[in-house]
């Protein structure tokens, strides 16, 4: 695909100026860089808005460069005929449907680190206009009141900060907390001992941020596994006088628990910057006692807003006047002359990285990747940086080929790559071994005559399998029933077995099952499953986008 698609922008440029449509309020930077590089553009700072309009506008462009106000949905990709390269002026993507980009062929660009200092920043003047009633205080004054005794404030130095989800603003939020003389908590499944040690901050579980936070920030992308995990039961779960804020994304509190719990004085404030609807006209959060609310203006100071503007413009006149991909979510960066020989060998590596990633819970210190035979022989660099890829995506959403050895470095896990002439079998062989706090699990596939990737041992244990887009991973003990169990478990479930693969170490003992389902099996099935006499451990895997 990624030949295709960088063959198509080319070849526009080659016939005539490429045209972008920028619908969101981007910064006059964006267009000038634009124009100078030979790109038209239509700015329309509004559109975004306007759902039918955009369906319209988007069908003959080449480009879209949007921030959070453009929603890419499905239907937006299907009316856009001509669409090479969606550029998000920003970080968080969760306004584009990338699994519907890629299939539509669409790049999806983003600007990863422009915007971060700002919103880093914001959640730090969101934490002083709570602990000090700031709004309110500001509103009773200018109203003539002087209520000197009503505004009784929270002193900071010395309290606990508790961050969810430490990467770029996370630890920054962190360093400028460090600063303000606070104890620095977090939890974040990929900050590793050392980093968090390097940083300064106590890394720790869930429950336990909850539970010793005094101020708890949010920055973490809004995905499956983020969403709601400001949950009733942990916001009630926090002491007492505590302070929430939230400069990440809107879905990741339960907005009417948090507003419980500001009404019944079990937190003394929250700062909410995103909202689950936006433009947030109306929410449940409003009204709420030391409630102090921004529209979504994490992002929004000049010095940002022109960082992200110059970078999405140029990086998108690069992809549709040369090709050139970089900071792309759903493309590997590499070469449209390189792009045949590669492809599926670049998949392969991006889908062991992401069946290792899925099954990953603790902090990742390391990863090796060894390569056999003929792949052996190619640019490995882009074939490491897609297995990282893989197995960061699963909880780092923003992570690309071209951010994530980078990433991996400044988060301490070592990225090893062994190079072998061919030992085997296979005529080209990839092996992924990660490295937890806990144990080591390694994965292995090959790329058959066919093109297409597939998994061939996990744990050593030999086996055969496609990257299919519902999968059930199972450990068990190799004895008889076993398949006859999980069989009519299935069954009762009324989930339909595509496939079914075993491997075992020996005889009786440990085995490896992966099974293909026809839909995302539900966490009810997989706890049955689990509770079956031979089973260990069951998990879903998932390999679509
Ligand atoms: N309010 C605003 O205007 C802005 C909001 N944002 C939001 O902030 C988010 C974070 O941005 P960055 O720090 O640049 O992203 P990042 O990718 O550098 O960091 C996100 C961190 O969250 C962690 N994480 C992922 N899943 C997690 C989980 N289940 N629990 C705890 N941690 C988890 C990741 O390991 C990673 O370290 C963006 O995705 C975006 O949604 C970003 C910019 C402006
Ligand atoms: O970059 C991000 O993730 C943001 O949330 C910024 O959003 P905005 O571009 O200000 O609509």
């Given at each position: 695909m990624q030949q295709t698609v960088a063959n198509t922008a080319t070849a526009t440029a080659a016939k005539t100026r490429p045209v972008v449509l920028i619908s969101d309020k981007l910064s006059d930077a964006a267009v000038q860089i634009f124009k100078d590089r030979g790109v038209d553009v239509i700015f329309e700072p509004d559109l975004g808005k306007d759902k039918e309009a955009l369906l319209e506008r988007i069908a003959t462009v080449d480009g879209l460069a949007i921030r959070s106000a453009t929603k890419v949905t499905d239907k937006v990709l299907e009316a856009a005929k001509n669409l090479k390269v969606i550029g998000r002026a920003g970080i968080g993507v969760d306004n584009v449907d990338i699994p519907a980009a890629s299939r539509a062929g669409v790049i999806v660009m983003n600007t990863p680190f422009g915007n971060s200092i700002t919103t880093a920043e914001h959640a730090i003047a969101m934490m002083f206009a709570v602990a000090r009633q700031i709004p309110a205080a500001d509103a009773s004054t200018q109203a003539g009141k002087w209520e000197k005794n009503r505004f009784m404030g929270t002193e900071l130095t010395g309290k606990t900060l508790g961050i969810i989800g430490c990467g770029n603003i996370g630890s920054i939020v962190a360093a400028r907390g460090i600063g303000l003389k606070m104890r620095v908590i977090a939890y974040d499944p990929f900050l590793t001992a050392e980093r968090a040690a390097e940083i300064g901050v106590e890394k720790v579980e869930l429950d336990e941020l909850f539970a010793r936070a005094d101020v708890l920030t949010l920055h973490t992308p809004l995905t499956e596994k983020t969403r709601n995990v400001v949950s009733r039961e942990r916001i009630f779960a926090m002491k007492k006088g505590a302070i929430v804020i939230n400069c990440a994304r809107g879905g990741l509190v339960d907005e009417a628990a948090l507003r419980?719990?500001?009404?019944?004085?079990?937190?003394?404030?929250?700062?909410?910057?995103?909202?689950?609807?936006?433009?947030?006209k109306e929410n449940v959060l409003f009204g709420a006692p030391n409630l102090v609310c921004t529209p979504h203006l994490g992002a929004a100071t000049s010095e940002a807003q022109e960082n992200v503007a110059?970078?999405?413009?140029?990086?998108?006149?690069?992809?549709?006047?040369?090709?050139?991909?970089?900071?792309?979510?759903?493309?590997?960066?590499?070469?449209?002359?390189?792009?045949?020989?590669l492809t599926p060998f670049v998949t392969l590596a991006e889908r062991l990285g992401s069946f290792a990633g899925q099954l990953t819970e603790t902090g990742i210190k390391g990863v090796r990747i060894e390569y056999e035979g003929d792949v052996a022989e190619l640019n490995l660099k882009a074939l490491t940086a897609a297995a990282v890829t893989g197995l960061m995506r699963p909880l780092l959403q923003d992570v690309n080929m071209v951010s994530a050895p980078t990433i991996a470095r400044d988060r301490g896990i070592l990225v090893e790559e062994v190079r072998r002439?061919?030992?085997?079998?296979?005529?080209?062989?990839?092996?992924?071994?990660?490295?937890?706090e806990r144990q080591e699990r390694s994965v292995a596939g090959t790329v058959f005559s066919d093109g297409k990737p597939r998994i061939i041992q996990?744990?050593?244990?030999?086996?055969?399998?496609?990257?299919?887009?519902?999968?059930?991973?199972?450990t068990n003990q190799d004895k008889p029933g076993f398949i006859g169990s999980i069989g009519m478990a299935l069954g009762k479930a009324g989930v339909n077995i595509a496939n079914f693969t075993l491997g075992r170490k020996e005889a009786g003992g440990e085995a490896i099952c992966i099974i293909e389902v026809d839909g995302e099996p539900s966490a009810d099935v997989l706890k049955t499953i689990e509770t079956l006499p031979l089973v260990n451990q069951a998990k879903a895997l998932n390999f679509t986008g």
């Open positions: 419980e719990a500001l009404d019944q004085g079990h937190l003394a404030g929250a700062g909410v910057d995103v909202f689950s609807e936006e433009p947030a110059l970078q999405v413009a140029e990086q998108m006149s690069d992809y549709l006047l040369r090709g050139a991909v970089s900071n792309a979510l759903n493309m590997p960066s590499i070469t449209a002359e390189e792009a045949p020989i002439e061919q030992q085997g079998a296979y005529e080209n062989y990839i092996r992924l071994t990660v490295i937890s996990v744990k050593g244990i030999n086996l055969d399998a496609d990257f299919a887009p519902h999968m059930i991973y199972v």
